[in-house]
């Protein structure tokens, strides 16, 4: 039985968004890490993300039951009750968000309210079914969880903060436009209205090339503002310009299918090496507050008084 309610979970997509947290915490950091810190980082964003994910479930069992890839998830199947998995769904929201809250920062905890709202209430109760745009709306949830990570730390709005952002939410969009024709038919036959399958093959090609181009800008943004080295730098050029390439020539050479995906595990690809590069090959800023790990003290025992 626990198996089921750990499927329902999406481990992988916890794992994933756990590297993403990881990598904005590592980058803001600089080489001055607070494990403690770090680990209520990493269980609050598992838990907000598992939450999302059970009542992900729960919305699209209706489109899971029609879609080869997803008919055997616990929900179609009834492996496990209904009120069951939304009870187990608001109890790990509870327990995430009063993680962030109590300790972590306000600000990081703000971005794991919105990126939870965006992706239950915004993406997958509407415009995941309704709109061809359902993919920019859930790039917002997806790019929460590395600023979490980041902001955890400086407690603070700054220019690193607002690129890591833009760049996770620009990676979503070729990311997920890949796994839509990966999974062509799969899509089709739930109705779910992305671009590849709304309006041709050949203008999601035009828009994942313009969005890894907008990627490796905004990779380039973090070095040349000084939050990143150039080992970041170059590492993330040689493996944009490789995707680029796979979406360019891979679309003439490669069945479909096969390009698709493809271009999802290069991205996937990508976007790891990203969060490894700016753990380990950050720059360091002067922090905007002084006394930064005192406040950061202060704060903490604020929070649990």
Not at 7 to 29: C, M, Q
Not at 151 to 173: K, M, N, R, S
Not at 202 to 225: D, E, M, N, P, Q
Request: glycine content about 10%.
């Amino acid at each position: 039985m626990f198996k089921h309610y750990l499927r329902l979970t999406k481990p992988g997509i916890i794992r994933g968004n756990l590297v993403a947290a990881a990598g904005g915490f590592f980058l803001a950091s600089q080489g001055q890490i607070d494990w403690l810190l770090f680990l209520a980082v990493c269980a609050g964003t598992s838990l907000i993300v598992a939450s999302g994910c059970v009542f992900n479930n729960f919305i699209d069992k209706d489109i899971d039951a029609v879609m080869q890839r997803t008919c055997n998830r616990e929900l179609v199947q009834k492996l496990v009750p209904i009120s069951h998995a939304l009870l187990f769904a608001f109890t790990l929201g509870v327990a995430g968000f009063t993680t962030l809250y109590l300790f972590t920062s306000q600000i990081a905890f703000a971005f794991g309210v919105l990126g939870f709202v965006v992706y239950v209430g915004f993406y997958s109760l509407y415009y995941k079914r309704q709109s061809v745009h359902g993919t920019l709306i859930g790039g917002l949830s997806g790019a929460c969880p590395p600023v979490m990570g980041y902001f955890a730390v400086t407690h603070q709005l700054d220019v690193g903060g607002a690129i890591l952002f833009v760049t996770f939410c620009i990676w979503q969009i070729p990311h997920s436009y890949a796994i839509a024709i990966y999974r062509f038919n799969d899509y089709k036959a739930a109705n779910i209205p992305v671009l590849p399958i709304q309006e041709g093959l050949a203008k999601a090609r035009s828009h994942i090339i313009g969005y890894i181009v907008a990627f490796a800008v905004a990779c380039w943004a973090l070095s040349y503002h000084g939050y990143a080295g150039s080992w970041f730098a170059l590492g993330m050029g040689l493996v944009s310009l490789y995707w680029l390439y796979i979406a360019k020539v891979g679309f003439e050479k490669m069945p479909t299918e096969q390009w698709g995906k493809q271009l999802m595990l290069l991205s996937i690809v990508c976007i790891m090496l990203f969060c490894v590069l700016i753990s380990v090959d950050f720059t360091h800023m002067p922090m905007t507050s002084p006394d930064h790990a005192s406040t950061h003290a202060q704060w903490l025992s604020e929070g649990l008084s």
